[in-house]
């Protein structure tokens, strides 16, 4: 025998199997097995007899045993043809996919309507790509179930019929087949239906009624006969995952994958779209990437679904942001394999105006990519979508990543624009070494009655700013060598006036707080708040905060008056457009600041230990500790108990200029572990805050060393008394080569007069000294030279000669000059005495001898001089007058 004849046998025998099964639902093969055995069907002429019977065809046994999930070539395989080795599944492709549009009814246990779900989806302002579909789900309303059958549908238990007869006799009736596949009719008996096509089911109950209606045979027909389905078999699935509403689910008998994710309430945006499972009886038999049908239209492995298969929805692989200029923002999922160029083909492309030199990819590393050093574990990554669509790349993203495609700039490069007395005013292309005149040519020409000693071209210099360029119009158009027919550059615009323009080509003005005064030409239904918004920087915060808005001035000019007159207004209702003037010529708008009646820029100042004196804004409700914190905070010494605050007074009718405040210091605050300070002294403008050091306590002290002593260097003070010979005692003592009487200490810049040589060498502690801080010492060789200055004819320095007296160094300059005058002697150690006219001292090694100048003699006054002689004659003769007025008394 053949094995088709076989497996139309094993088929029968299934079908036999399956229709008499209490359940009604699907078998395993082992259930199978042993229901035949029961029933003692044994051999391959049983099984065509009960086929026979039955009225079946191969094809009608072959799509019954299908619709209960058992797989006939594989029964045959193991049980029939004796081969125990289980063949590999083939593939569910080869399995007929039914191509008629229908809809049919849906049962459902517990009589609920699915209700339409809105999941949630948005996540930062982006969708979650597909899951909307789910929105309107088609199985919440049961009516739009109903459709087309499939003729080669097999009727079934549970499928619900409508026998209808009209004719000599008219007959209807409606009924269920039972779980052995009968049909019980009324008045007529059961007929065995499972297992019969929708098409054939017409032909099979035709047949059976005709016994009892013959006219349902005549020729022509005197009866009539019409077999439908009113409600299809249900059939139970699972669905498992990340579904709304997981778990079984009754479907009609024709649901496919898709329809039973409509039937569970659709997917959550956890669950993946991209690799839907399908099992059947514990197999995997298909998977479905929904992604094929929201982009294409198409599933391939939508398979028509039976009693018992389960679906799974695994989490979602990751989550792909796409945003800018995309045409479908979302959220995506990418498999394993896909990557940039599959994301833009799955948002529909990108935008005219995208930029595709630079996509910003925003990435968190993956945990294995993360290195211990950084505190960081995001990443910009730049990618050049040009070069990867010419090199064929598919740049790989990973999980999170946020791919951001930005704008073309509004801008373009090649543009200039002409406006006014032209006849095609509007924007034009700029070529190579376009021209004014060129431009105008292109735009048709000038018009009639054009203005023709002016055209101006506006023009954006390096900062961005508006300027515009003057020039004569006639002499361009005259000569097109001339140099006024510049060459335009790129976002250029002209303007051609017209005579009647011409009377309005006046100005108007705006100046006072602004960044700079400016004067722009006036035109028809210019407004008050136009000129404003174009000048002033009025969205700016801080502009606002600080220019008064109560009252800004509009100077209007009279005519025939010199005086401006001076319209207020208040630049808030401006501003909010509840009150505009439109300009005329020559207005001048005057803004002002809010400190012609307040102080805007307030500080404060503090010295002493803090680590940066100075001054600092002050801000609002700012406390001493604030500002403590801004001056860098306290140093090592500073006295942190309390600072004292000094703060200014105005009453002028007293003595009293400044109030001193001791504000005690909240460290706690300072150091933020509270949030208001203790204090609750609130600093004010000027205020002076001095932070003082803790008592007793002084910055390191040190001198400098220098010359000849054993160990130069810097050494600092251990103490506020440390003397000049503890000091070079430290320091190992002078060298023998020592010169103490020229040795110098420096304090503040200035040399001090002191006696190294009684103090170091004579070792008289009366001479000795206090050293203190940047004190400088230098110790030097004998320097065997005297410096001679001053009035001698000859001012030199001079060789210098153990007991060689002053006058002998003058006389060895030259002398003293005619204006010289008294000779001083200034020593080594600092020390100055004048030479008087009988002394002469020795000069030491390293002294300087200066000879002064006389003071310059005043002019004699004759009549002066007469003057007070007479007043002096007067005098002496009223005294000798006196005098002989007594003596005669007497």
Not at 85 to 94: C, F, G, V
Not at 140 to 157: K, M, R, S, T, W
Not at 613 to 620: F, Q
Not at 829 to 837: E, I, Q, Y
Request: hydrophobic share 35%.
């Amino acid at each position: 025998m053949k094995i088709t004849r076989t497996k139309s046998s094993f088929t029968c025998l299934l079908l036999l199997l399956l229709t008499i099964c209490s359940n009604g639902y699907s078998q395993s093969e082992q259930q199978v097995k042993q229901e035949l055995e029961k029933r003692g069907i044994n051999t391959q002429e049983e099984i065509l007899s009960e086929l026979r019977k039955r009225g079946m065809s191969e094809d009608d046994a072959r799509r019954q045993a299908r619709l209960y999930g058992l797989d006939y070539d594989e029964y045959i395989r193991k049980y029939i043809s004796k081969n125990e080795e289980p063949t590999s599944l083939e593939s569910i492709q080869k399995i007929e996919r039914d191509t008629i549009d229908y809809n049919s009814e849906r049962q459902d246990n517990n009589s609920q309507k699915a209700e339409t779900i809105q999941i949630e989806q948005k996540q930062e302002g982006l969708d979650y790509f597909g899951y909307n579909i789910f929105n309107n789900n088609p199985f919440a309303n049961e009516q739009a179930l109903v459709g087309n059958i499939d003729p080669g549908y097999l009727i079934g238990p549970g499928d619900e019929l409508r026998v209808y007869l009209w004719g000599e006799a008219e007959f209807q009736f409606e009924g269920k087949v039972d779980i052995n596949g009968n049909l019980f009719i009324p008045n007529v008996g059961q007929v065995f239906v499972a297992g019969t096509s929708y098409e054939g089911l017409n032909v099979r109950m035709k047949e059976f009624l005709s016994k009892f209606y013959s006219g349902l045979k005549k020729d022509p027909p005197k009866i009539f006969l019409d077999v439908s389905l009113t409600k299809l078999r249900p059939i139970r699935i699972v669905v498992m995952g990340e579904s709304k509403n997981p778990g079984s689910h009754l479907i009609n008998s024709f649901a496919t994958t898709l329809n039973s994710l409509y039937v569970s309430g659709g997917i959550q945006t956890s669950g993946s779209l991209r690799d839907i499972k399908v099992f059947r009886n514990n197999r995997f038999i298909s998977n479905v990437d929904l992604y094929d049908y929201l982009v294409k239209g198409a599933l391939r492995e939508d398979l028509r679904l039976m009693n018992n298969d389960v679906i799974f929805i695994p989490t979602r692989m990751n989550a792909i942001r796409l945003k800018g200029e995309v045409n479908k923002p979302a959220i995506y999922e990418l498999k394993d394999n896909e990557g940039l160029l599959d994301l833009i083909g799955f948002a529909g492309g990108l935008k005219p105006t995208a930029f595709t030199k630079t996509v910003t990819v925003k990435r968190i590393r993956a945990t294995n990519n993360r290195s211990n050093g950084s505190s960081f574990d995001r990443e910009i990554v730049s990618v050049n979508y040009d070069s990867l669509l010419r090199n064929g790349i598919n740049f790989r993203l990973q999980d999170g990543d946020e791919v951001t495609f930005g704008e073309v700039l509004d801008k373009y490069d090649n543009l200039v624009t002409i406006a006014g007395s032209v006849f095609r005013p509007g924007d034009y292309q700029l070529n190579n070494d376009l021209k004014i005149r060129e431009l105008i040519n292109s735009a048709g020409g000038i018009r009639p009655n054009t203005y023709l000693d002016k055209i101006d071209v506006f023009r954006k210099d390096r900062n961005g700013e508006l300027k515009f360029l003057s020039f004569s119009l006639s002499e361009i158009m005259a000569d097109v060598n001339s140099s006024q027919n510049i060459v335009l550059q790129a976002d250029d615009s002209l303007k051609v006036y017209n005579n009647e323009e011409l009377k309005s080509l006046e100005t108007v003005s705006i100046e006072g707080f602004l960044s700079e005064p400016k004067t722009i030409l006036w035109r028809k239904d210019l407004s008050l708040y136009d000129l404003i918004f174009m000048s002033a920087n009025v969205e700016d915060l801080e502009y606002r905060n600080r220019i008064l808005t109560s009252r800004a001035d509009l100077l209007r000019y009279q005519q025939g008056k010199l005086e401006y007159q001076v319209i207020p207004f208040n630049l808030d209702e401006v501003l909010d457009k509840k009150f505009n003037a439109v300009l005329k010529p020559k207005d001048r708008v005057i803004l002002y600041s809010k400190d012609i009646t307040e102080t805007l820029d307030k500080y404060v100042f503090v010295k002493g230990a803090v680590k940066n004196e100075g001054k600092y804004l002050l801000t609002d409700s700012m406390t001493v500790e604030d500002l403590i914190i801004q001056s860098g905070g306290f140093l090592k010494k500073s006295y942190r108990e309390s600072v004292t605050v000094s703060r200014e007074n105005f009453d002028f009718t007293g003595n009293k200029i400044a109030f001193n405040t001791d504000v005690d210091l909240d460290l706690n605050y300072l150091l933020g572990s509270s949030k208001k300070s203790s204090s609750n002294y609130i600093l004010q403008d000027n205020d002076q805050v001095s932070v003082s050091y803790i008592p007793g306590s002084s910055e390191q002290r040190a001198v400098q060393l220098t010359g000849e002593i054993k160990f130069p260097g810097t050494y600092y003070l251990e103490s506020k008394g440390d003397m000049l010979t503890e000091v070079i005692e430290r320091a190992g003592g002078v060298s023998p080569n020592v010169y103490l009487a020229g040795a110098r200490l420096y304090r503040n810049g200035q040399q001090l007069a002191f006696d190294f040589q009684k103090a170091l060498g004579e070792q008289n502690e009366k001479f000795d000294i206090i050293l203190q801080n940047a004190d400088s010492i230098y110790f030097p060789e004998s320097i065997y030279t005297v410096k001679v200055e001053g009035e001698v004819a000859n001012p030199s320095l001079q060789k210098y000669l153990e007991n060689k007296t002053v006058r002998a160094y003058v006389k060895n300059a030259g002398g003293k000059t005619k204006n010289g005058e008294s000779i001083y002697l200034t020593q080594p150690n600092g020390f100055t005495r004048k030479v008087g006219f009988l002394s002469n001292p020795k000069v030491l090694d390293g002294s300087v001898i200066t000879v002064s100048a006389k003071p310059p003699k005043e002019p004699r006054d004759n009549g002066k001089f007469l003057e007070n002689f007479g007043t002096i004659a007067a005098i002496v003769s009223s005294t000798l007058t006196t005098i002989v007025l007594v003596q005669s008394i007497k």
